[in-house]
């Protein structure tokens, strides 16, 4: 650890750096029942996701695509080991506290979503 940067910065470093070299649940979702695709218009960066959600509720599965920074890439993985096996309006509290823990930083925030 270097001596200007706390252990919650090593550790949220390490976090999104992993996640944005090996993204979790890549690509395409083929049996989708929604998506989303959102681009930043200042650098360009690129979200896209899949999602097949069951008849009562539940995301049964989901996918990203991302291209742009590390930060993007990263945001994308997180997101979706947050919103598998949530209903929705559960998804939707994940979204607001993964987020969150993207841009605070917080350990704790992002330790479920690995």
């Known amino acids: 650890m270097s001596a200007d940067r706390t252990p919650l910065q090593e550790l949220y470093s390490e976090m999104l750096l992993a996640h944005a070299g090996a993204p979790r649940n890549p690509g395409p979702l ?16 690129a979200v896209r996701i899949w999602a097949r959600v069951s008849a009562d509720g539940i ?4 996918r ?3 291209t742009g920074c590390a930060l993007s890439k990263a945001s994308a993985s997180i997101l979706t080991g947050a919103l ?17 823990g993207i841009l605070s930083g917080s350990a704790e925030a992002l330790a479920p979503y690995g």
């Open 59 to 62: 995301v049964e599965a989901i």
């Open 84 to 100: 598998r096996g949530k209903s929705v309006a559960d998804a939707r509290a994940a979204i607001a506290g993964a987020l969150g």
């Open 30 to 45: 083929p049996d989708a029942t929604g998506s989303a695709h959102a681009v930043n218009p200042v650098c360009g960066d």
């Open 64 to 66: 990203c695509e991302a």
